[in-house]
């Protein structure tokens, strides 16, 4: 079983920047397939970004592309979550999830294949 805690939101101006932690607890880290989503009120859940085992493989929801990087250290436990040209449509709360049951390589592009949810960072982009 994983736990994970997310830190880092917060407001931010348009055009800012915040990087987002997620601190896993349990022995078998590098065994889940990280990813992040977040949600605005009244909006699904998006798929933000997504992260192998061995951090060789990364993927990005298209709002986010070329604005977001997506990192792991698997030897401390951690995922990070680089967000750059910040916009308003970025206000979301932040949830960093795990996978288990994934190859290597391999990506979980889907919210079903994340088992393991933290609570939530909130990411307020405005003036």
């Known amino acids: 079983q994983v736990q994970l805690i997310e830190s880092g939101g917060g407001l931010v101006q348009p055009g800012g920047s915040l990087r987002l932690s997620c601190a896993a607890s349990?022995?078998?880290?590098?065994?889940?397939?990280m990813g992040w989503f977040r949600q605005a009120p009244g909006k699904e859940r998006e798929f933000v970004a997504g992260?192998?085992?061995?951090?060789?493989?990364?993927l990005y929801g298209d709002s986010v592309k070329g604005r977001f990087t997506m990192s792991r250290d698997n030897a401390n436990n951690l995922v990070y979550l680089a967000m750059n040209s910040l916009k308003p449509a970025d206000t979301a709360v932040y949830y960093c999830?795990?996978?288990?049951?994934?190859?290597?390589?391999?990506?979980?592009?889907?919210?079903?294949?994340?088992?393991?949810w933290g609570q939530g960072t909130q990411v307020t982009v405005s003036s």
């Open positions: 349990g022995r078998s880290f590098s065994s889940y397939a």
């Open positions: 999830a795990a996978a288990p049951d994934f190859w290597l390589e391999e990506i979980a592009p889907r919210g079903p294949d994340y088992v393991y």
């Open positions: 992260i192998s085992r061995s951090g060789g493989n990364t």
